[in-house]
Each structure stands twice: as C-alpha cells, then as structure tokens.
C-alpha cells in the first residue's frame, strides 16, 4: 500500500508560478513511477506528467511542456510538479499517482486546488 498526500495548491494570478508536493508512505518509494494528473471542474481526469523511479526519465503532456517540470527526492519520498507561466486554463485538482506492482497507477492522493485567475 501507498500513501499519497499532495500540498501546495492555491490561487495565483495567470503568469505565476506554484509548486506542488507530493509526499509518499507505505512502500519503498524509489522502486516505482509517479506521476501527476489533473481534473477540472467538467472535465475528465487528465495526465500532466509522469517521472520513472530513478528520476531519470520524464514525460509531459503537450499542455504543459516547457512551463511545467516533475521531479522527486527519493530521499524525502516526494514528488513534485514546479509550474511556472500559469494559464487560467491551468485551473483544476491536481493529483499524484504511484504505480502499482502492475504498472498501472493504483494509488492516489486527495488532490490539491489550483486556481489561475486572469
């Protein structure tokens, strides 16, 4: 089992920048692959970002790439999604995923707000 809780969220003017945490429990969290998703009021859940075990590799979601960067310290058990150049189109829940012993993101956090105003 993992456990995932998010924090960070909050409401910044369009241009801004936030940073997002996700912190990890349960499960040794080097040994799998996160990643980020969002859901905005309407809308399906959608994928943001996601970064292997290692760090080593990431990916983005169009949307997003270039003005926002998924990292974790495996040392703090934390992930994190830096977004900078915030668009009210940003404007969702975002949440963090781990995945599971199948290779498919099986844990959840509660989410966190993120409003961009214009």
């Known amino acids: 089992q993992v456990q995932l809780v998010e924090s960070g969220g909050g409401l910044v003017q369009a241009g801004g920048s936030l940073r997002l945490s996700c912190a990890a429990s349960g499960r040794t969290f080097s040994s799998y692959d996160m990643g980020w998703f969002r859901q905005a009021p309407g809308k399906e859940r959608e994928f943001v970002a996601h970064?292997?075990?290692?760090?080593?590799?990431?990916y983005y979601a169009d949307s997003v790439k270039g003005r926002f960067t998924i990292s974790r310290d495996n040392a703090k058990n934390t992930v994190y999604l830096q977004m900078n150049s915030l668009k009210p189109e940003d404007t969702a829940v975002y949440y963090c995923?781990?995945?599971?012993?199948?290779?498919?993101?099986?844990?959840w956090g509660q989410g966190t707000q993120v409003t961009v105003s214009s």
């Open positions: 970064i292997s075990w290692s760090g080593g590799s990431t």
């Open positions: 995923a781990a995945e599971d012993e199948r290779g498919r993101y099986g844990y």
